[in-house]
């Protein structure tokens, strides 16, 4: 079912594809600019490259819409609770720095939208 | 000569035990008559001299002392620089290991194979480091092990339990949730999740801002301006926490000498509501600890506490109502990782343990049924695999006529490449004229320290070319200066 094709962060970044920017081209490549970039980024980080001069709330941060069921915020902050949480202990400072602020983020929704623990 | 040792190696304690004759564990005290040394070190400006334990944390001069260095162990560029000369997180740490080993063999004998534990989210540097840190020491690591791992082999020790148990280890600077199966002397290790800047200090922060803003409503001036004064109103926050885990309120009086003194006001429920954030933070992790192995919270028999900070009743209360059941002490909360390492010395070849981390590379990956496309991140060995181990996944080439392959080690199990570490590239030199679509087989091996070697192999031609992962950056030695620095920090005066 899989095609897996061996690519390397070179190869990646000459082949122009369609995929979301590579790692650690890192703080460039995740806040450029290029249309290529952000047709990959998922919705809170579609969020964050083009953040308005007011800070994000932490709902847009996490991509939580008001129509979103209960069921579906709480899964969707599990799956942004874990990919941030590995994050925080990047090799890359920025990637730390920026995974302190969605964890923060994260949990200010769920208290916001869930029982206190 | 001490056969079996074991050292917690901790962000804000370090404690060392070994296994006695009759095969129970024991805590070796070091010279100043303390079972655990802050793992603080100071650089004094007029002896040639390096402190160690609660005399550098208490008495030297912050700008030439360094705390909580373990903090930094992951960190390829961190550095502290006293007087001109650049230390290692490694070096720090293995001038508080060196102080232990030289101390403590005066009571058991010499030391020179020990078992060092680690946070289980410790990545690959961080592990890499911690044994540079024993070798510098001069001591020999025989294993990694995590930390929840060795506590949860103490107190099965100690209590004689059986089931399923999840330990929930929180430290000075970091929070460990290990699930794991205990039957009779067998453990096998289910899942370990950890979280960096959950622990104690992380609360004592907190606390001090809540001096802060105290002293500065009453005196409207800031309650320190420098690091000694900050270290201080730091002690000060650590104290009324102990004290807020006993009593409902704690008053205090803070002050400097330019702006005056404050008395603070703490209840129990303002620390409390303080630290909900942080607690919150915390049962996600339980949550993603029981998810990533498919359990629920009713499925977990033992819910056991490890760390000074589960000494905070909030944390009690929190996980009993997560569980449904209170959540017990594994006894002396601080001495159970070291206990459990020196146990696990001797055990070790009955506790089956996991891999804490994904391995992958990156790939072009085209579904097939979906359509969907692009680079990801493709995982060779998967988080809670058993260890050691090794595991083979197969490419093909995308181009024709390429006479370079390389080949990205990435760390992470998330398939969006952004969100994973790069840790190391192999590059494979291949024939001419191939076509696109030669297959590659790229095998990573996972050894029981946690540390990954990685081996591609071009199936045409059969050349292959294998590494184990190095890192560079300023705050990490070559092997060579391993050896040079070893030799020199072997005769230092450490006390």
């Known amino acids: ?117 | 000569m001490a056969e079996y040792v074991g050292i917690d190696l901790g962000t804000t304690l370090t404690g060392l035990a070994w296994l006695k004759a009759d095969g129970n564990p024991e805590i070796v005290p070091n010279a100043d008559g303390e079972r655990l040394t802050p793992s603080v070190v100071y650089f004094d400006s007029h002896e040639e001299v390096k402190l160690v334990g609660s005399a550098a944390r208490d008495g030297g001069d912050p700008e030439r002392t360094v705390y909580q260095i373990k903090r930094h162990m992951d960190d390829p560029e961190h550095f502290v620089e006293i007087d001109g000369r650049k230390w290692t997180p490694s070096e720090i740490s293995a001038l508080i290991l060196s102080k232990l080993q030289r101390e403590c063999s005066r009571i058991i004998g010499d030391i020179d194979e020990v078992v060092i534990t680690v946070p289980a989210n410790f990545n690959e540097l961080a592990r890499k480091s911690t044994i540079a840190a024993a070798e510098l020491a001069g001591m020999k690591v025989r294993r990694l092990v995590n930390e929840p791992t060795a506590a949860a082999i103490y107190y099965a020790h100690s209590h004689g339990v059986t089931g399923r148990v999840l330990v929930f280890d929180m430290g000075g600077g970091t929070l460990d949730v290990t699930i794991l199966e205990v039957e009779g002397d067998n453990i096998r290790i289910l899942t370990s999740e950890g979280a960096r800047h959950l622990g104690g200090g992380n609360i004592d922060d907190m606390l001090v801002e809540i001096y802060a803003e105290q002293y500065r409503k009453q005196v409207n001036a800031g309650l320190f301006t420098d690091e000694r004064q900050r270290r201080r109103v730091i002690h000060a926050a650590e104290d009324a926490k102990k004290m807020l885990s006993k009593l409902q309120r704690v008053n205090d009086t803070i002050g400097n000498d330019t702006d005056g003194i404050a008395r603070i006001d703490l209840s129990r429920e303002h620390f409390e509501k303080t630290i909900s954030r942080l607690l919150t933070r915390a049962i996600m992790l339980v949550e993603q600890a029981l998810d990533g192995v498919s359990l629920q919270p009713k499925d977990i028999e033992h819910v056991v506490l490890v760390g000074g900070s589960t000494r905070i009743p909030k944390v009690k209360t929190v996980l009993e109502k997560f569980f449904g059941k209170p959540p017990k002490s594994c006894g002396n909360v601080d001495e159970a990782v070291a206990l459990g390492a020196a146990l696990f010395a001797k055990k070790s070849a009955r506790v089956q343990e996991v891999c804490n981390q994904s391995y992958g590379t990156l790939a072009y990956i085209v579904n097939a049924r979906t359509g969907e496309e692009g680079v990801r991140n493709s995982i060779v060995i998967a988080k809670n695999t058993p260890i050691p181990c090794s595991m083979t996944q197969v490419y093909t080439t995308s181009e024709p006529n390429e006479r370079r392959i390389e080949v990205d080690i990435t760390q992470g199990e998330d398939s969006d490449p952004r969100y994973v570490d790069l840790i190391g590239r192999i590059t494979l030199e291949v024939p001419p004229n191939r076509p696109a679509g030669c297959e590659v087989a790229v095998t990573y091996s996972y050894d029981e320290n946690q540390r990954v070697s990685a081996r591609v192999k071009d199936k045409s031609s059969g050349r292959s070319e294998e590494i184990a992962v190095t890192y560079k950056g300023a705050g990490i030695l070559s092997d060579e200066e391993l050896l040079k620095r070893g030799s020199a920090l072997r005769q230092l005066r450490i006390e």
Not at chain 1, 30 to 59: C, F, I, N, W, Y
Not at chain 1, 75 to 100: H, T
């Open chain 1, 1 to 117: 079912m899989f095609k897996k094709v061996l690519q390397s962060l070179t190869k990646a970044f000459g082949a122009k594809i369609t995929a979301p920017p590579v790692n650690r081209a890192s703080s460039t490549a995740r806040s450029g600019d290029s249309d290529t970039g952000k047709k990959g980024l998922p919705e809170s980080d579609a969020v964050k490259s083009d953040a308005p001069p007011k800070a994000p709330s932490p709902e847009s941060l996490c991509g939580i819409t008001v129509k979103m069921p209960k069921y579906e915020i709480r899964k969707r902050l599990a799956v942004l609770y874990r990919r941030y949480n590995r994050a925080a202990s990047s090799l890359d400072a920025g990637m730390r720095a920026e995974s302190e602020m969605m964890l923060d983020a994260i949990v200010k929704v769920r208290e916001k939208h869930f029982d206190p623990i």
